[in-house]
Protein backbone atom coordinates (compact mmCIF):
# COMPACT_ATOMS: atom_id res chain seq x y z
CA UNK A 1 0.00 0.00 0.00
CA UNK A 2 1.25 3.01 -1.08
CA UNK A 3 1.96 6.10 1.71
CA UNK A 4 -0.99 8.01 -0.28
CA UNK A 5 -3.26 5.46 0.50
CA UNK A 6 -2.63 5.40 4.26
CA UNK A 7 -2.23 9.58 4.73
CA UNK A 8 -5.64 9.42 2.84
CA UNK A 9 -7.20 6.82 5.32
CA UNK A 10 -5.71 8.22 8.34
CA UNK A 11 -7.30 11.41 7.56
CA UNK A 12 -10.66 9.74 6.81
CA UNK A 13 -10.26 8.37 10.52
CA UNK A 14 -9.35 11.40 11.79
CA UNK A 15 -12.51 13.72 10.36
CA UNK A 16 -14.95 10.95 10.73
CA UNK A 17 -13.66 10.85 14.93
CA UNK A 18 -14.02 14.70 15.07
CA UNK A 19 -17.54 14.87 13.47
CA UNK A 20 -18.85 11.87 15.91
CA UNK A 21 -17.54 14.16 18.84
CA UNK A 22 -18.60 16.97 17.56
CA UNK A 23 -22.27 15.61 17.21
CA UNK A 24 -22.07 14.31 20.62
CA UNK A 25 -21.09 17.39 22.15
CA UNK A 26 -24.18 19.20 20.03
CA UNK A 27 -26.47 16.53 21.56
CA UNK A 28 -25.64 16.65 25.05
CA UNK A 29 -25.80 20.68 25.07
CA UNK A 30 -29.36 20.08 23.37
CA UNK A 31 -30.76 17.61 25.65
CA UNK A 32 -32.53 19.07 28.46
CA UNK A 33 -31.39 17.45 31.65
CA UNK A 34 -33.60 15.58 33.69
CA UNK A 35 -31.68 14.52 36.69
CA UNK A 36 -33.20 12.91 39.53
CA UNK A 37 -32.01 14.77 42.47
CA UNK A 38 -29.33 12.74 44.19
CA UNK A 39 -30.62 12.23 47.86
CA UNK A 40 -29.11 15.06 49.86
CA UNK A 41 -28.67 15.47 53.67
CA UNK A 42 -31.13 17.80 55.05
CA UNK A 43 -30.15 19.07 58.77
CA UNK A 44 -32.70 19.51 61.04
CA UNK A 45 -31.53 20.83 64.09
CA UNK A 46 -29.16 18.25 64.62
CA UNK A 47 -30.93 15.09 62.88
CA UNK A 48 -29.67 14.52 59.50
CA UNK A 49 -32.34 13.57 57.34
CA UNK A 50 -32.64 12.25 53.83
CA UNK A 51 -34.04 14.53 51.03
CA UNK A 52 -35.79 12.58 48.32
CA UNK A 53 -38.49 15.11 46.99
CA UNK A 54 -36.85 16.94 44.90
CA UNK A 55 -37.71 20.00 47.29
CA UNK A 56 -41.26 20.23 48.30
CA UNK A 57 -41.45 23.00 51.30
CA UNK A 58 -43.66 25.48 52.13
CA UNK A 59 -42.37 28.35 50.98
CA UNK A 60 -44.16 30.00 54.53
CA UNK A 61 -45.67 28.46 57.56
CA UNK A 62 -49.63 27.51 58.71
CA UNK A 63 -51.89 30.76 58.15
CA UNK A 64 -54.94 31.08 60.01
CA UNK A 65 -58.02 33.52 59.40
CA UNK A 66 -61.04 34.24 61.21
CA UNK A 67 -64.34 32.73 59.70
CA UNK A 68 -67.16 34.85 58.39
CA UNK A 69 -64.44 37.55 58.59
CA UNK A 70 -62.79 39.79 55.70
CA UNK A 71 -59.23 38.33 55.44
CA UNK A 72 -58.02 41.57 54.61
CA UNK A 73 -55.90 39.87 52.26
CA UNK A 74 -55.26 39.94 48.81
CA UNK A 75 -56.30 36.59 47.95
CA UNK A 76 -58.96 35.56 46.04
CA UNK A 77 -62.29 33.36 46.83
CA UNK A 78 -62.26 30.40 44.83
CA UNK A 79 -64.16 30.32 41.70
CA UNK A 80 -67.39 28.78 41.31
CA UNK A 81 -66.85 24.90 40.46
CA UNK A 82 -66.03 24.41 36.78
CA UNK A 83 -68.40 21.15 37.11
CA UNK A 84 -71.65 22.56 38.53
CA UNK A 85 -72.71 20.22 41.29
CA UNK A 86 -74.49 17.01 40.87
CA UNK A 87 -77.57 15.11 42.32
CA UNK A 88 -76.20 12.81 44.84
CA UNK A 89 -74.28 9.82 43.06
CA UNK A 90 -74.80 6.54 43.39
CA UNK A 91 -71.46 5.32 42.39
CA UNK A 92 -72.32 1.33 42.76
CA UNK A 93 -70.05 -0.93 39.96
CA UNK A 94 -68.02 1.72 40.05
CA UNK A 95 -64.51 0.56 40.99
CA UNK A 96 -62.67 1.27 44.02
CA UNK A 97 -64.30 4.50 45.37
CA UNK A 98 -63.76 4.49 49.10
CA UNK A 99 -63.12 0.56 48.86
CA UNK A 100 -59.48 0.19 49.86
CA UNK A 101 -60.44 3.55 52.53
CA UNK A 102 -62.99 1.12 54.33
CA UNK A 103 -60.82 -1.54 55.21
CA UNK A 104 -60.64 -1.12 59.18
CA UNK A 105 -57.35 -0.92 59.89
CA UNK A 106 -57.43 -1.07 63.86
CA UNK A 107 -60.78 -2.15 64.86
CA UNK A 108 -63.28 -4.76 64.18
CA UNK A 109 -65.64 -3.84 60.54
CA UNK A 110 -69.23 -2.70 61.88
CA UNK A 111 -71.89 -2.27 59.81
CA UNK A 112 -73.09 1.43 58.94
CA UNK A 113 -76.22 2.60 61.60
CA UNK A 114 -78.54 5.32 61.13
CA UNK A 115 -78.95 7.17 63.81
CA UNK A 116 -82.08 9.09 65.11
CA UNK A 117 -81.30 12.93 65.27
CA UNK A 118 -83.26 15.22 67.27
CA UNK A 119 -85.38 17.79 65.45
CA UNK A 120 -85.08 21.19 66.20
CA UNK A 121 -87.25 20.98 69.62
CA UNK A 122 -84.81 18.74 70.90
CA UNK A 123 -81.73 20.48 70.03
CA UNK A 124 -83.13 23.12 71.92
CA UNK A 125 -84.26 21.22 74.76
CA UNK A 126 -80.30 19.71 74.41
CA UNK A 127 -79.08 23.23 74.33
CA UNK A 128 -80.84 24.01 77.68
CA UNK A 129 -79.63 20.75 79.25
CA UNK A 130 -75.80 21.10 78.64
CA UNK A 131 -75.99 24.44 79.83
CA UNK A 132 -78.20 24.28 82.93
CA UNK A 133 -77.93 20.79 83.94
CA UNK A 134 -74.65 18.79 83.37
CA UNK A 135 -75.73 15.57 84.25
CA UNK A 136 -74.43 12.46 85.76
CA UNK A 137 -74.17 11.23 82.30
CA UNK A 138 -70.03 11.47 82.37
CA UNK A 139 -70.65 8.79 84.94
CA UNK A 140 -70.90 6.54 82.31
CA UNK A 141 -67.99 7.34 80.64
CA UNK A 142 -65.15 4.60 80.23
CA UNK A 143 -62.91 5.53 82.58
CA UNK A 144 -60.90 6.80 79.20
CA UNK A 145 -62.71 9.97 79.11
CA UNK A 146 -61.27 12.69 79.01
CA UNK A 147 -58.36 14.80 80.72
CA UNK A 148 -60.71 16.98 82.15
CA UNK A 149 -63.09 14.46 82.99
CA UNK A 150 -60.35 12.38 84.66
CA UNK A 151 -61.61 13.55 88.56
CA UNK A 152 -65.02 11.77 88.22
CA UNK A 153 -63.82 9.09 86.10
CA UNK A 154 -61.17 8.11 88.53
CA UNK A 155 -63.11 8.35 91.29
CA UNK A 156 -64.89 5.61 89.91
CA UNK A 157 -61.71 3.71 89.23
CA UNK A 158 -59.55 4.36 92.56
CA UNK A 159 -63.06 3.13 94.37
CA UNK A 160 -63.01 -0.24 92.49
CA UNK A 161 -59.59 -0.58 92.70
CA UNK A 162 -58.97 0.07 96.47
CA UNK A 163 -62.17 -1.52 97.38
CA UNK A 164 -60.90 -4.87 95.66
CA UNK A 165 -57.93 -4.70 97.44
CA UNK A 166 -59.85 -3.80 100.78
CA UNK A 167 -56.97 -1.51 102.43
CA UNK A 168 -58.85 1.82 103.72
CA UNK A 169 -61.86 3.35 104.18
CA UNK A 170 -61.48 5.63 101.36
CA UNK A 171 -62.34 2.97 99.58
CA UNK A 172 -65.37 2.18 100.96
CA UNK A 173 -66.46 5.96 100.96
CA UNK A 174 -65.19 6.72 96.99
CA UNK A 175 -66.97 3.31 96.26
CA UNK A 176 -70.33 5.10 97.45
CA UNK A 177 -69.71 8.18 95.38
CA UNK A 178 -69.24 5.76 92.43
CA UNK A 179 -72.46 4.34 93.52
CA UNK A 180 -74.04 7.22 93.79
CA UNK A 181 -72.81 8.54 90.52
CA UNK A 182 -74.35 5.07 88.75
CA UNK A 183 -77.30 5.38 90.34
CA UNK A 184 -77.74 9.43 89.40
CA UNK A 185 -77.19 7.80 85.68
CA UNK A 186 -79.57 5.52 85.55
CA UNK A 187 -82.28 7.55 87.62
CA UNK A 188 -81.57 10.31 85.36
CA UNK A 189 -82.32 10.92 81.71
CA UNK A 190 -81.78 14.16 79.87
CA UNK A 191 -82.09 14.00 76.00
CA UNK A 192 -79.79 14.60 73.58
CA UNK A 193 -76.58 14.32 75.49
CA UNK A 194 -77.31 11.73 77.17
CA UNK A 195 -74.26 9.84 75.15
CA UNK A 196 -71.49 12.37 76.52
CA UNK A 197 -68.77 11.37 78.29
CA UNK A 198 -67.61 14.37 79.34
CA UNK A 199 -67.90 18.44 79.75
CA UNK A 200 -69.64 17.57 82.49
CA UNK A 201 -66.99 16.99 85.20
CA UNK A 202 -67.25 19.34 88.10
CA UNK A 203 -70.60 19.50 88.78
CA UNK A 204 -70.99 15.80 89.08
CA UNK A 205 -68.15 15.74 91.43
CA UNK A 206 -69.96 18.12 93.61
CA UNK A 207 -72.64 16.37 93.80
CA UNK A 208 -70.90 12.96 95.03
CA UNK A 209 -69.11 14.83 97.19
CA UNK A 210 -72.00 16.05 98.67
CA UNK A 211 -74.01 12.73 99.07
CA UNK A 212 -71.22 11.17 100.41
CA UNK A 213 -70.55 14.00 103.37
CA UNK A 214 -66.49 13.81 102.46
CA UNK A 215 -64.14 16.78 102.45
CA UNK A 216 -64.39 18.05 98.55
CA UNK A 217 -60.04 18.46 99.49
CA UNK A 218 -59.50 14.85 100.89
CA UNK A 219 -61.43 13.10 98.03
CA UNK A 220 -59.17 15.75 95.46
CA UNK A 221 -56.09 14.97 97.19
CA UNK A 222 -56.79 11.20 96.29
CA UNK A 223 -57.76 11.59 93.23
CA UNK A 224 -54.44 13.33 92.50
CA UNK A 225 -52.14 11.00 94.22
CA UNK A 226 -54.21 8.26 91.49
CA UNK A 227 -53.30 10.62 88.69
CA UNK A 228 -49.78 10.67 89.35
CA UNK A 229 -49.18 7.15 89.49
CA UNK A 230 -51.19 6.36 86.79
CA UNK A 231 -49.25 5.85 84.02
CA UNK A 232 -50.17 8.38 81.23
CA UNK A 233 -48.76 8.99 77.85
CA UNK A 234 -46.21 11.61 78.00
CA UNK A 235 -46.94 14.78 76.50
CA UNK A 236 -45.31 15.33 73.31
CA UNK A 237 -43.14 18.31 72.90
CA UNK A 238 -44.76 20.64 70.48
CA UNK A 239 -42.37 22.00 68.09
CA UNK A 240 -42.54 25.29 66.19
CA UNK A 241 -44.07 24.91 62.78
CA UNK A 242 -41.65 26.52 61.19
CA UNK A 243 -38.78 24.00 62.22
CA UNK A 244 -40.77 21.87 60.64
CA UNK A 245 -40.90 22.29 57.39
CA UNK A 246 -37.73 21.20 56.43
CA UNK A 247 -38.76 17.63 57.71
CA UNK A 248 -41.34 17.58 55.12
CA UNK A 249 -38.83 18.19 52.50
CA UNK A 250 -38.48 14.07 51.41
CA UNK A 251 -41.96 13.08 51.50
CA UNK A 252 -43.08 14.35 47.88
CA UNK A 253 -40.78 11.63 46.53
CA UNK A 254 -43.40 9.53 44.80
CA UNK A 255 -45.77 12.21 43.53
CA UNK A 256 -42.15 13.66 42.06
CA UNK A 257 -41.52 12.42 38.33
CA UNK A 258 -44.69 11.77 36.50
CA UNK A 259 -45.62 15.46 35.15
CA UNK A 260 -42.16 16.56 35.47
CA UNK A 261 -39.97 13.51 33.21
CA UNK A 262 -41.82 13.15 30.38
CA UNK A 263 -42.91 16.59 29.70
CA UNK A 264 -39.87 18.55 30.28
CA UNK A 265 -38.30 16.38 27.87
CA UNK A 266 -40.90 16.55 24.88
CA UNK A 267 -41.19 20.05 25.28
CA UNK A 268 -37.36 20.25 25.74
CA UNK A 269 -37.51 18.42 22.58
CA UNK A 270 -38.05 21.35 20.34
CA UNK A 271 -41.21 21.69 17.40
CA UNK A 272 -43.43 19.54 18.93
CA UNK A 273 -45.80 17.71 16.32
CA UNK A 274 -49.13 16.26 17.29
CA UNK A 275 -48.15 13.55 18.55
CA UNK A 276 -46.00 15.12 21.08
CA UNK A 277 -49.43 17.00 22.07
CA UNK A 278 -50.88 14.02 22.21
CA UNK A 279 -48.12 12.13 24.30
CA UNK A 280 -48.46 15.35 27.03
CA UNK A 281 -51.60 14.91 27.63
CA UNK A 282 -51.40 11.57 27.93
CA UNK A 283 -48.78 12.04 30.84
CA UNK A 284 -51.47 14.98 32.37
CA UNK A 285 -54.06 12.80 32.19
CA UNK A 286 -52.23 9.37 33.69
CA UNK A 287 -51.26 12.19 36.01
CA UNK A 288 -54.45 13.04 37.55
CA UNK A 289 -55.27 16.40 36.62
CA UNK A 290 -58.45 15.46 34.76
CA UNK A 291 -59.15 16.70 31.55
CA UNK A 292 -60.87 20.38 32.17
CA UNK A 293 -57.45 21.11 33.73
CA UNK A 294 -55.23 19.12 31.33
CA UNK A 295 -56.89 21.27 28.52
CA UNK A 296 -56.22 24.14 29.86
CA UNK A 297 -52.88 23.68 29.99
CA UNK A 298 -52.06 22.12 26.72
CA UNK A 299 -53.66 25.38 25.52
CA UNK A 300 -51.38 27.61 27.40
CA UNK A 301 -48.36 25.96 26.65
CA UNK A 302 -49.34 26.09 22.97
CA UNK A 303 -49.96 29.45 22.85
CA UNK A 304 -46.70 30.54 25.03
CA UNK A 305 -44.84 28.42 22.68
CA UNK A 306 -45.85 30.16 19.65
CA UNK A 307 -44.55 33.17 20.75
CA UNK A 308 -41.69 32.46 22.87
CA UNK A 309 -39.65 29.07 21.85
CA UNK A 310 -38.37 26.96 24.33
CA UNK A 311 -34.19 27.53 23.98
CA UNK A 312 -32.59 25.49 26.46
CA UNK A 313 -33.53 23.07 29.74
CA UNK A 314 -33.88 26.41 32.08
CA UNK A 315 -36.89 27.85 29.28
CA UNK A 316 -38.52 24.12 29.59
CA UNK A 317 -38.87 24.12 33.27
CA UNK A 318 -39.59 27.98 33.68
CA UNK A 319 -42.51 27.64 31.24
CA UNK A 320 -43.94 24.47 32.65
CA UNK A 321 -43.87 25.71 35.96
CA UNK A 322 -45.47 29.38 35.32
CA UNK A 323 -48.30 27.37 33.46
CA UNK A 324 -48.59 24.82 36.37
CA UNK A 325 -48.52 27.22 39.08
CA UNK A 326 -51.12 29.01 37.14
CA UNK A 327 -53.81 26.41 36.99
CA UNK A 328 -53.14 25.73 41.01
CA UNK A 329 -54.81 29.08 41.43
CA UNK A 330 -52.12 30.81 43.86
CA UNK A 331 -54.43 33.32 44.99
CA UNK A 332 -56.97 31.40 46.35
CA UNK A 333 -57.29 31.93 50.11
CA UNK A 334 -55.97 28.95 51.86
CA UNK A 335 -55.79 30.34 55.32
CA UNK A 336 -57.30 27.63 58.16
CA UNK A 337 -60.35 29.80 59.37
CA UNK A 338 -59.48 29.03 62.96
CA UNK A 339 -59.56 32.06 65.27
CA UNK A 340 -62.10 33.19 67.78
CA UNK A 341 -65.10 35.35 67.21
CA UNK A 342 -65.38 37.68 70.32
CA UNK A 343 -67.48 35.46 72.31
CA UNK A 344 -67.53 31.49 70.34
CA UNK A 345 -64.55 29.57 69.58
CA UNK A 346 -64.13 28.96 66.30
CA UNK A 347 -65.53 25.89 64.83
CA UNK A 348 -63.99 23.39 61.98
CA UNK A 349 -66.12 20.63 60.86
CA UNK A 350 -63.71 17.91 59.49
CA UNK A 351 -65.10 15.55 57.32
CA UNK A 352 -64.61 12.49 54.54
CA UNK A 353 -64.66 9.08 54.11
CA UNK A 354 -63.40 6.35 56.61
CA UNK A 355 -59.58 5.29 56.25
CA UNK A 356 -58.93 8.59 54.55
CA UNK A 357 -56.84 10.47 57.31
CA UNK A 358 -59.69 12.48 59.23
CA UNK A 359 -58.90 11.38 62.52
CA UNK A 360 -55.32 11.80 62.04
CA UNK A 361 -55.51 15.31 60.23
CA UNK A 362 -57.60 16.88 63.00
CA UNK A 363 -54.90 15.64 65.37
CA UNK A 364 -52.10 17.20 63.31
CA UNK A 365 -54.26 20.24 63.12
CA UNK A 366 -54.26 20.51 66.68
CA UNK A 367 -50.94 20.04 67.32
CA UNK A 368 -50.33 22.82 64.81
CA UNK A 369 -52.43 25.07 66.52
CA UNK A 370 -51.13 24.40 70.15
CA UNK A 371 -48.17 25.27 69.04
CA UNK A 372 -49.33 28.67 67.80
CA UNK A 373 -50.24 28.84 70.97
CA UNK A 374 -54.32 28.57 70.64
CA UNK A 375 -56.50 26.55 73.04
CA UNK A 376 -57.96 23.52 70.84
CA UNK A 377 -60.44 21.29 72.40
CA UNK A 378 -61.34 18.46 70.49
CA UNK A 379 -65.03 16.70 69.76
CA UNK A 380 -64.61 12.90 68.88
CA UNK A 381 -68.15 12.92 66.42
CA UNK A 382 -67.32 9.62 64.99
CA UNK A 383 -69.06 7.59 67.29
CA UNK A 384 -68.97 4.72 64.27
CA UNK A 385 -65.63 3.40 64.74
CA UNK A 386 -64.99 2.45 68.30
CA UNK A 387 -60.87 3.07 68.00
CA UNK A 388 -61.69 6.86 66.65
CA UNK A 389 -62.55 8.83 69.89
CA UNK A 390 -59.36 6.57 71.38
CA UNK A 391 -57.41 7.71 68.56
CA UNK A 392 -58.36 11.55 68.81
CA UNK A 393 -57.68 11.05 72.59
CA UNK A 394 -54.63 9.95 72.30
CA UNK A 395 -53.85 12.86 69.91
CA UNK A 396 -55.17 15.13 72.70
CA UNK A 397 -53.01 13.95 75.55
CA UNK A 398 -50.38 14.44 73.20
CA UNK A 399 -50.68 17.79 72.41
CA UNK A 400 -52.82 19.12 75.52
CA UNK A 401 -56.23 19.42 73.83
CA UNK A 402 -58.95 18.22 75.83
CA UNK A 403 -61.38 16.10 73.91
CA UNK A 404 -65.49 15.69 74.51
CA UNK A 405 -66.53 12.38 73.56
CA UNK A 406 -69.37 9.67 73.31
CA UNK A 407 -70.29 6.34 73.73
CA UNK A 408 -69.52 4.35 70.48
CA UNK A 409 -72.91 4.48 68.53
CA UNK A 410 -73.71 8.05 70.54
CA UNK A 411 -75.48 10.49 69.04
CA UNK A 412 -72.89 12.53 66.46
CA UNK A 413 -74.66 15.39 66.41
CA UNK A 414 -74.91 15.68 70.38
CA UNK A 415 -71.07 14.72 70.43
CA UNK A 416 -70.73 18.07 68.32
CA UNK A 417 -72.80 19.96 69.73
CA UNK A 418 -71.59 19.41 73.29
CA UNK A 419 -67.76 19.78 71.96
CA UNK A 420 -69.15 23.27 71.20
CA UNK A 421 -70.74 23.80 74.46
CA UNK A 422 -67.99 23.01 75.93
CA UNK A 423 -65.35 25.21 74.12
CA UNK A 424 -67.99 28.28 74.26
CA UNK A 425 -67.93 27.94 77.98
CA UNK A 426 -64.09 27.43 78.78
CA UNK A 427 -63.53 30.33 76.12
CA UNK A 428 -61.49 28.38 73.89
CA UNK A 429 -59.56 29.33 70.99
CA UNK A 430 -61.05 26.70 68.40
CA UNK A 431 -63.04 23.27 68.51
CA UNK A 432 -62.17 20.74 65.73
CA UNK A 433 -64.73 17.86 65.36
CA UNK A 434 -63.74 14.70 63.89
CA UNK A 435 -66.36 13.35 62.12
CA UNK A 436 -67.69 9.73 60.90
CA UNK A 437 -66.23 8.10 58.39
CA UNK A 438 -69.29 6.83 56.03
CA UNK A 439 -69.55 5.90 52.20
CA UNK A 440 -71.22 8.13 50.54
CA UNK A 441 -73.70 5.40 49.12
CA UNK A 442 -75.23 5.59 52.36
CA UNK A 443 -78.14 8.17 51.81
CA UNK A 444 -79.27 8.37 55.12
CA UNK A 445 -75.46 8.77 56.77
CA UNK A 446 -74.77 11.83 54.71
CA UNK A 447 -78.24 13.57 55.87
CA UNK A 448 -76.76 13.19 59.02
CA UNK A 449 -73.35 14.58 58.28
CA UNK A 450 -75.67 17.54 56.94
CA UNK A 451 -77.30 17.60 60.60
CA UNK A 452 -74.56 17.37 62.42
CA UNK A 453 -73.11 20.57 60.87
CA UNK A 454 -77.20 21.98 61.66
CA UNK A 455 -76.85 21.01 65.15
CA UNK A 456 -73.70 22.41 65.71
CA UNK A 457 -74.96 25.60 63.94
CA UNK A 458 -77.86 26.27 66.83
CA UNK A 459 -74.59 27.00 69.48
CA UNK A 460 -71.85 29.01 67.06
CA UNK A 461 -71.57 29.36 63.07
CA UNK A 462 -68.80 26.81 61.49
CA UNK A 463 -65.83 28.54 60.38
CA UNK A 464 -64.27 25.99 58.21
CA UNK A 465 -65.42 22.42 56.95
CA UNK A 466 -62.06 20.36 55.84
CA UNK A 467 -62.78 17.67 53.52
CA UNK A 468 -60.24 15.10 53.73
CA UNK A 469 -58.98 12.85 50.43
CA UNK A 470 -56.72 10.37 49.66
CA UNK A 471 -54.76 11.35 47.15
CA UNK A 472 -53.75 7.63 46.78
CA UNK A 473 -57.67 7.03 45.44
CA UNK A 474 -57.51 9.64 42.75
CA UNK A 475 -59.86 10.19 40.42
CA UNK A 476 -62.39 8.23 42.49
CA UNK A 477 -61.84 9.95 45.57
CA UNK A 478 -63.74 13.35 43.57
CA UNK A 479 -66.64 11.36 43.26
CA UNK A 480 -66.51 11.40 47.27
CA UNK A 481 -65.91 14.87 47.35
CA UNK A 482 -68.77 15.77 45.07
CA UNK A 483 -70.90 14.51 47.41
CA UNK A 484 -69.75 16.05 50.84
CA UNK A 485 -69.77 19.29 48.62
CA UNK A 486 -73.29 18.93 48.54
CA UNK A 487 -74.34 17.87 51.47
CA UNK A 488 -72.14 20.42 53.75
CA UNK A 489 -70.19 23.62 52.21
CA UNK A 490 -66.93 22.52 52.13
CA UNK A 491 -64.03 25.58 52.94
CA UNK A 492 -61.49 23.66 52.14
CA UNK A 493 -59.63 19.92 51.33
CA UNK A 494 -57.12 18.36 52.92
CA UNK A 495 -55.11 16.05 50.41
CA UNK A 496 -53.66 13.07 52.65
CA UNK A 497 -51.10 10.17 51.80
CA UNK A 498 -49.57 12.74 49.33
CA UNK A 499 -46.36 10.65 50.14
CA UNK A 500 -47.67 7.77 49.12
CA UNK A 501 -49.18 8.81 45.32
CA UNK A 502 -47.18 9.08 42.34
CA UNK A 503 -50.29 11.34 41.33
CA UNK A 504 -49.62 14.42 43.03
CA UNK A 505 -52.17 15.66 39.96
CA UNK A 506 -55.42 15.38 42.07
CA UNK A 507 -54.32 18.29 43.39
CA UNK A 508 -55.37 20.22 40.36
CA UNK A 509 -58.81 18.68 39.65
CA UNK A 510 -59.88 19.06 43.38
CA UNK A 511 -59.66 22.38 43.00
CA UNK A 512 -60.88 22.54 39.70
CA UNK A 513 -63.99 20.68 40.29
CA UNK A 514 -64.70 21.88 43.90
CA UNK A 515 -64.12 25.40 43.41
CA UNK A 516 -61.91 25.12 47.20
CA UNK A 517 -58.40 25.50 47.70
CA UNK A 518 -56.54 22.84 48.84
CA UNK A 519 -55.33 24.35 52.07
CA UNK A 520 -53.68 20.71 53.86
CA UNK A 521 -51.55 18.09 52.79
CA UNK A 522 -50.90 15.25 54.51
CA UNK A 523 -47.18 14.00 53.98
CA UNK A 524 -47.08 10.41 55.75
CA UNK A 525 -47.89 9.19 59.25
CA UNK A 526 -45.69 11.40 61.68
CA UNK A 527 -47.41 13.76 64.07
CA UNK A 528 -45.69 16.77 62.17
CA UNK A 529 -46.30 15.52 58.74
CA UNK A 530 -48.87 18.28 57.88
CA UNK A 531 -47.95 21.00 55.70
CA UNK A 532 -49.82 24.05 54.70
CA UNK A 533 -49.99 23.95 50.66
CA UNK A 534 -48.18 25.80 48.60
CA UNK A 535 -48.91 25.51 45.03
CA UNK A 536 -45.22 26.73 44.00
CA UNK A 537 -43.51 24.57 45.94
CA UNK A 538 -46.07 22.05 45.16
CA UNK A 539 -45.19 22.47 41.74
CA UNK A 540 -41.38 22.62 42.30
CA UNK A 541 -41.79 19.11 44.46
CA UNK A 542 -43.30 17.82 40.96
CA UNK A 543 -40.83 19.12 38.08
N1 LIG B 1 -48.84 7.70 54.58
C1 LIG B 1 -49.78 8.46 55.14
N2 LIG B 1 -50.69 7.89 55.94
C2 LIG B 1 -51.64 8.68 56.48
C3 LIG B 1 -51.70 10.07 56.22
N3 LIG B 1 -52.77 10.57 56.90
C4 LIG B 1 -53.34 9.52 57.54
N4 LIG B 1 -52.67 8.39 57.30
C5 LIG B 1 -52.95 7.04 57.78
O1 LIG B 1 -54.19 6.62 57.25
C6 LIG B 1 -54.82 5.72 58.15
C7 LIG B 1 -56.25 6.18 58.39
O2 LIG B 1 -56.21 7.38 59.11
P1 LIG B 1 -57.40 7.82 60.08
O3 LIG B 1 -57.04 9.16 60.58
O4 LIG B 1 -57.71 6.77 61.06
O5 LIG B 1 -58.58 7.90 59.05
P2 LIG B 1 -60.09 8.32 59.33
O6 LIG B 1 -60.56 9.02 58.12
O7 LIG B 1 -60.22 9.05 60.61
O8 LIG B 1 -60.77 6.89 59.44
P3 LIG B 1 -62.22 6.55 60.09
O9 LIG B 1 -62.13 6.92 61.52
O10 LIG B 1 -62.35 5.08 59.86
O11 LIG B 1 -63.23 7.32 59.36
C8 LIG B 1 -53.98 5.71 59.40
O12 LIG B 1 -53.17 4.57 59.37
C9 LIG B 1 -53.13 6.96 59.27
O13 LIG B 1 -51.89 6.86 59.93
C10 LIG B 1 -50.71 10.65 55.35
O14 LIG B 1 -50.68 11.84 55.03
N5 LIG B 1 -49.78 9.78 54.83
Same mark, same amino acid.
Request: hydrophobic share 40%; charged share 25%; no cysteine.
Given at each position: ?122 ? !? =?? $? #??? &???? @???? %? *? +???? /? ?10 ? !? =?? $? #??? &???? @???? %? *? +???? /? ?13 ? $? ?6 ? @? ?342
Amino acid at each position: MNTGIIIGIVIAVVVILALIVAGLVLARRRRISLHDDEQTQVVDGSKPQVDRSGGYKASSGFSFSQGGAASGTAVAEPPEPTVAPTERTEVDGQPGVGDDASVPRDSERRGITNVTLPDTADV !E =TA $D #TAT &TDVP @TADT %G *T +TDSS /ATATAAPTADAT !E =TA $D #TTA &TAGT @TDTA %G *T +TETA /ATTAESALTSESVPL $DEDIDSSV @TTPLFEEIVESVGESPDEIIEEIEDEEAAATAPPRDEIEPTAGRLGRLRGRLSRSQGAIGKSMLGLLGAGDLDEESWEEIEDTLVMADLGSATTEAVIERLRTELATNPVRNADDARALLRRVLVEQLHPEFDRSIRALPHADTPAVVLVVGVNGTGKTTTTGKLARVLVADGRRVLLGAADTFRAAAADQLQTWGERVGADIVRGKEQADPAAVAFDAVAKGIDEGVDVVLIDTAGRLHTKTGLMDELGKVKRVVEKKAPVDEVILVLDATVGQNGLTQAKVFADVVDITGVALTKLDGTAKGGIVFNVQEVLGVPVKLVGLGEGADDLAPFDPEAFIDALL
